[in-house]
């Protein structure tokens, strides 16, 4: 896992990284990787709500149509970000199939929240 805390225009972010643990399957991958961004965001007073972008790197098309699928039912409703996916074999440093960026953003108060934007008709990712 990587973290990264920046501040640009004003606001704070917290940037994490983490490929898969290469046990199971690309799902199991993909929900252990989740499981580690809740508990990293956690510590931070941050949870996966806070998501304002995604990235998932896979090793084949397969890989990431499932890691996609599973990012998709993780981050429902206001959890939901801008996100991409990508195949790039070469990006790994281990054996896993899948790798997640995530960039959380710090509200700038208590009652601030995301402000979702979906294309019409709604598609996957949304507009943020």
Known sequence: MRKTIFRWLGREFVSLNCEGNSAGTVTDETQHIFRRFEEELKGDGLTLENTVRTRLWAIDRESRNLGSNERVKILPGSARSSSS????????????????????????????????KEYNPPITPCAT
Do not use: Q, T
């Not at 899948?98 to 700038?108: C, F, G, N, W």
């Open 85 to 116: 996916s990508y195949i790039a074999p070469g990006y790994f440093e281990s054996p896993a199939r899948v790798s997640l960026d995530l960039i959380a953003m710090r509200p700038s108060g208590p009652d601030v929240h995301k402000y979702l």
